[in-house]
């Protein structure tokens, strides 16, 4: 039996596959219609005109990495915070606001701490 | 007055009825044709947008902008269209070629689910979810995933650099997007989009009211996550060609073209909804019809001004987009979010500070105070970029002059 | 069968395979997007077990932050991405039969178990976030934890900047 919930999801689904049909279709089209004159001088990798050098692939800068980290982290910060933000009013209509509102300030400035460090070392700055 | 499309869906309804369907199958037929709506509307929209953006940019810059085409140039999109369709798709031999086909579709794809938690009227929606924000934030990660495999399969340097380049934009401005994304949550105490249109009842409890710093950080973070100008530096041509979708030709890069096009009038709308009121306004709760032109003009008022923004702004340089980020950006967000619930709890009992028009601008004290808040961070944090600046340009000044390409001098002889 | 059961198999068959594809790739970079795929089977199995705050966490943090940094990571290393050469080695088999073994123990002890075919009640689903909230903060619930999670991040955090920025003593 189809739940209460699930109902809910089911047009997710159905409007992921619609779109995939629009865009297989918007490719096929494009491919039908276009002319084929492959050769392969065009099929090299672009680089403005002149021969490619070297590989396609290279080694990426660690600095990316680093941002990738940072992201995670911020990621799940908020989404250990929604929750929260979701139910603390209704602490302080019982009266433990203070409690709620000392939570959250605890959390957060723990992660203000890393952040900071982050900062002081020079992890934010991007030459 | 009643609603049409209410009246639309009974007459489907009784049409299906009279089949003699099985109900399953009725359910997933009446899903098939709702979404096909929405997606089909998001991609008329996308489409009549390519022609109003050139149009106003051009009005911008004291040109004409499309009038061949039809009647204004209304029909240039349909021609540009045609006009990818019949163009030659390429596909580099180094390319992966599975990977190389499916970034183009994954690119629209995570835009257009986005539209299934949309609330177009207070009737109108593909969905409610109970986590639609979180959705929304999980949904445009499969847009960071199309880029990475666009650069990293066209075995291009260029691509791969530009892609390099562009998940790091993305994924630093989703922090201070999501960060933003929780100020409405906070509001609303709900994570639902229509709950948080429901509370936004009338002009003066729209969330720009209590929260316009938190609008602002919302709207920045989301034209960075599009990667429109300021915040192009993903496709700068000058540095590295074209950035991820170099290699992509025909209606492939269309795709890219036409997902960007559709992500920028998405947080436009989304800006709307949880900022402006969505499709709150006069008269709503009479003809609820009526909001989906509320909905509508605020959408296209946010539009507006990305595309006035991408008209006027020159790029961003890439240090000052991460600093922006991480040093302006995320600090302000945090201290909202930090402020906000303290500003909140404080102003609990207080009731309307003031109304008027019977009821239509109702001030209450707790959305004074959070703006009074706003107004205060967003003075101390233009104080600090100020200090800092100078000190960062003192601290310059004390090196001696960077070497600049000069011609040769000439050496009297 | 129910439309909710054809959609279980569907996913848990894609999920599956994805995940032999994981593991049996040669290219590091197919392997990491093979792994998406199978998280995001994962998602829909949270959804189809009525707990869609842990599918669209799974999607956000799994699919949008720790994949994107595996591939990162795969292209922080020189020349992986086109790499070659057997991903497996002599201990292919024992480990097949290990895995082999686990799933066997896993399928015994949860046909056992009694409330492995209960259906959850149905009940007010909109307050799931809710009762989330309150169990995450509550301080008779798992407020600790929270708080302790916060702890965790801080040293991630240091972690990585301590691992991945060694240079800026060096440069000074």
Known sequence: MVTNLLTDYWPILVLLLVSLGFAGIAMGGGLLLGPRRSSARKQEAYESGMRAIGPGTRQMPVRFYLVAVLFILFDIEVIFFLPWAVVFRQYYENGLGAFILLEMLVFIVILLVGYAYAWKKGALEWE | ????????????????????????????????????????????????????????????????????????????????????????????????????????????????????????????????????????????????????????????????????????????????????????????????????????ATLLEMYVVAAPLAALLFFISSVAEVGRTPFDLLEAESEIVAGYHIEYSGFKFGMFQAGEFMHTFTIAALTALLFLGGWQGPGVAQAPILGLFYFMGKSFAVYFVT????????????????????????????????????????????????SAFGGALTLSWRFAALLLTNILVTLAAIEAVRRNAKRNFVERSRFPERPVARPPREEAA | MTPDQILFIVTALISTLAAVMVVSRRNMVHAALFLVLTLFGVAVAFVLLEAPFLAVVQVLVYIGAIAILMIFAVMLTRNVTDDSGDPFNKNARVGGLAALFVFSLLVVMFGGWSQFTAYPQAGDTSGSIVQLGVALTAADGYVIAFEVASMLLLGALVGAIFVVWPRQNENE
């Open chain 2, 307 to 354: 595309m006035w923004m991408r008209s006027t702004l020159p790029r961003i340089r890439i240090d000052h987009m991460q600093a922006l980020n991480w040093k302006i950006l995320v600090p302000i967000a945090l201290t909202l979010l930090m402020l906000t619930p303290i500003v909140d709890y404080f102003t609990k009992d207080l009731g309307v500070l003031f």
């Open chain 2, 1 to 200: 007055m009643t609603d049409p499309l209410a009246l639309l869906g009974d007459w489907l309804l009784n049409l299906l009825a009279q089949l003699n369907l099985p109900p399953g199958l009725r359910q997933v037929i009446l899903y098939l044709l709702g979404v096909s709506v929405i997606a089909t509307v998001a991609l008329v929209i996308t489409i009549f947008n390519t022609w109003l953006e050139r149009k106003i940019a051009a009005r911008i810059q004291d040109r004409l902008g499309p009038n061949r085409v039809g009647p204004w140039g209304l029909l240039q999109p349909i021609a540009d269209a045609i006009k990818m369709l019949t163009k030659e798709d390429t596909t580099p031999a180094a390319a992966d070629k599975v990977a190389y086909n499916i970034a183009p579709i994954l690119a629209v794809v995570s835009v257009l689910l986005i539209w299934a938690v949309i609330p177009f009227t207070s009737q109108w929606f593909g969905t409610q979810l109970n986590v639609a924000v979180l959705y929304i934030a999980a949904v445009g990660s499969f847009g960071v995933l199309a880029v990475l495999m666009a650069g990293w399969s066209s075995n291009n340097k260029y691509a791969l650099l530009g892609a390099f380049r562009a998940v790091s934009q993305l994924i630093s401005y989703e922090v201070p997007l999501f960060l933003s994304l929780l100020i409405p949550v906070l509001l609303a105490r709900s994570m639902d989009i229509s709950v948080i249109v429901e509370k936004q």
